[in-house]
Each structure stands twice: as structure tokens, then as C-alpha cells.
């Protein structure tokens, strides 16, 4: 708990930075005032306090300009992930979702002035910061991101997983569509299936962290929502579904290689099964989606073999094999019980 004096300096400090956000400043004092908040928001009774007073919308609404500009971006962004990474539950309004779908497409720049690289080590200090704070409570937090991966992007994707988790807004799903994140999600998906077919195990290991949150992106945003399971489906002639089967074939081929390391195996493993959840959820009651599925070359007999030899052999002293098992089992459920075709191929 705050003491009073402390609560008094933590609110002087948050109505500030936000007058300062949403005034007319320039650029530049809006981004100084970002990374404030971003180095601020690495105490949790500093976060509790921007909830505590409603203050979350404000914040947000108050970096609408920064898609604008690199190094405001990138303390946005900051500021957005750090919010969202308490496992509370946070309304995310049609604005709000806004700002979050222009990060999302700002990947980190392939030249940087010098002003933005000083930028991007300012805020890689900040979260070293925040992961040693964390680790000195006792508190162990996941966080995948390495240094020269820290982009706008790969902050709002952590954040939209996080937001996702902790919300079953529908509003937010539709907002989703709207906005066109799953259409960037979809995209991201299937450039990253394209390059792992080729890459090598250190670099395949890393493409498949963003695989992952597009995966949980998708899962929770076709979970009992027609809308975006048939935009789904349908998306650029069925990409995603195309991206599932290259995804599988490329688990079937690199996971019993003897040249693939273990770490690379179980990564691979982890994202077949969480392809297994959206797949489970787009194909559930939809005649159109099953057909789609069973028709791709050899995609029923690797969802058997999935369970029957992958799971076995690969995962079975791990929980994780009996999800991928229960799923894949439930995902070829759904493809024959709507799919004539799918059971002759099945009993064939």
C-alpha cells in the first residue's frame, strides 16, 4: 500500500505526464514525457495507482499522436505493454484499439538516426529495469524479447495477448476486424511459416516467439465470435488455413530430424498445438472450413499422425502431449462430423 505523501507524488506525477500528452507541446516534450511514464510504470503501485484512478483510457487516448514519430512510438508502446502486463482486466475502447493497431505495424527501422538509437537503448535500460525490480520481489515473469528485436510492433503484440487474455470483450473482437489487426496478424503468420521452412535452429526458434502470440491472438479472437471465424476462413483465399498445413508439414519434417535441437523440437511442438486451438475453433460446426481443411494434401493424415506418433513420442512425459493429443483428436472430430469427404478419407 501507498503511504499518503507517496500517493499525493505518485497523482501529481501521472497528471503531469498526461497534461503534458495531451497538450501542444512538440514532439519531442510528448516523447520525454512517454519515457517518463514508461520508466515510471516499472513500480506495480505506480500502475495500480493509473487503474485505481481510471486513468487507463486517458493514458492511452493521450499517445494518440506517437504512431507518428519513431522514438514516441517506441515509449508508447512501453508504456502500453507495461500497463497491459498485470493480469488485469483492461477495457479497451475503439480508440484505444486504434492506437494499438498503428504501433503494431511500426517494425523496428533497418537505419537509425542517432536520436532513435539513443532512444531504443533508453528504453531497453527501462525494462532491464523492470526485470530486475520484478526478479527482486521473488516475482519470475516470462519476457522474450531480446534487444534487438525491441520494436513498436513486437511490444504491442505481448500487450494485445495480454489485453486478450484478461478480457472477453466482444466489442474489442469486432474492434479486431475493424481495424484491421487480424489482418495483420494473418499476414504475420504466414510470412513467418514461409521463412521457417529455410531458416536455421537459433533464427527458427525466435520466429516462432511472434508465431505463438499471433496463434493466442487468433485463438481468442474466433473463440465463439462467427464473424471473425468465417473473416477467417475466407481472408485472403483462405491463408490462414494454407499457413496451417506449410506449419505442419514443416513440424512433421524438422521434429523427428536428428539435426534439430531439442529446444527447436519443443518450440515447434508448442506452436502445432496452439495452431491446434484455432484450427479446433474455425472448424467447429462449419461444414465450409472442414471441407477446406480436409482438401489441403495430407493434412488429415498429419493431424492423425500428430496424435498417434508426434505426441507419443516427442511429448509423453509432458502435459503439453496430452493437450496436443485431446486437440488434434477434437480438430479431426470437427473436420469428419460436417465432412462427408473427410470421413471417406478417414475410413480409406
Request: hydrophobic share 40%; with cysteine.
Amino acid at each position: 500500500m501507498l503511504e499518503s505523501g507517496e500517493h499525493d507524488d505518485f497523482k501529481d506525477d501521472l497528471t503531469y505526464m498526461l497534461t503534458s500528452l495531451k497538450g501542444d507541446g512538440s514532439t519531442n516534450i510528448k516523447c520525454l514525457s512517454a519515457t517518463s511514464l514508461a520508466r515510471k510504470c516499472i513500480n506495480p503501485q505506480f500502475r495500480h495507482l493509473i487503474r485505481s484512478e481510471k486513468e487507463v483510457t486517458a493514458l492511452f487516448h493521450s499517445l494518440a499522436e506517437s504512431p507518428s514519430d519513431e522514438s514516441f512510438a517506441l515509449a508508447a508502446s512501453s508504456v502500453i505493454y507495461l500497463i497491459c502486463r498485470d493480469s488485469v482486466s483492461i477495457l479497451m475502447d475503439t480508440p484505444s484499439a486504434r492506437i494499438l493497431a498503428q504501433l503494431l505495424k511500426l517494425e523496428r527501422p533497418v537505419t537509425m538516426s542517432e536520436s532513435v538509437e539513443k532512444q531504443y537503448k533508453t528504453i531497453w535500460a527501462i525494462f532491464s529495469s523492470y526485470l530486475e525490480r520484478m526478479e527482486s520481489t521473488g516475482r519470475k515473469i516470462s519476457f522474450d524479447l531480446v534487444e534487438d528485436e525491441l520494436s513498436p510492433s513486437s511490444l504491442i503484440l505481448e500487450a494485445l495477448v495480454f489485453v486478450l487474455t484478461n478480457s472477453r470483450d466482444a466489442d474489442l473482437k469486432n474492434d479486431l476486424l475493424s481495424l484491421g489487426i487480424l489482418q495483420w496478424v494473418v499476414a504475420r503468420v504466414d510470412r513467418i511459416v514461409d521463412e521457417l521452412a529455410s531458416e536455421k535452429a537459433e533464427k527458427a526458434e525466435r520466429l516462432l516467439i511472434p508465431l505463438e502470440r499471433c496463434f493466442r491472438v487468433l485463438e481468442i479472437c474466433s473463440m465463439y465470435h462467427k464473424k471473425n471465424q468465417s473473416f477467417l476462413i475466407a481472408h485472403r483465399s483462405s491463408a490462414i488455413i494454407l499457413a496451417a498445413n506449410k506449419l505442419m508439414g514443416v513440424v512433421h519434417s524438422r521434429v523427428p530430424s536428428p539435426y534439430t535441437p531439442l529446444s527447436l523440437k519443443k518450440a515447434l511442438m508448442r506452436s502445432l498445438t496452439l495452431l491446434a486451438r484455432v484450427l479446433t475453433n474455425l472448424s467447429y460446426d462449419n461444414e465450409l472450413c472442414s471441407t477446406k481443411l480436409g482438401q489441403l494434401p495430407g493434412f488429415l493424415s498429419s493431424c492423425i499422425s500428430t496424435f498417434t506418433f508426434l505426441a507419443p513420442k516427442y511429448l509423453s512425459d509432458d502435459t503439453q502431449g496430452f493437450d496436443l493429443t485431446l486437440l488434434m483428436s477434437s480438430l479431426v472430430v470437427n473436420l469428419v462430423e460436417k465432412c462427408n469427404g473427410n470421413r471417406k478419407k478417414i475410413v480409406d
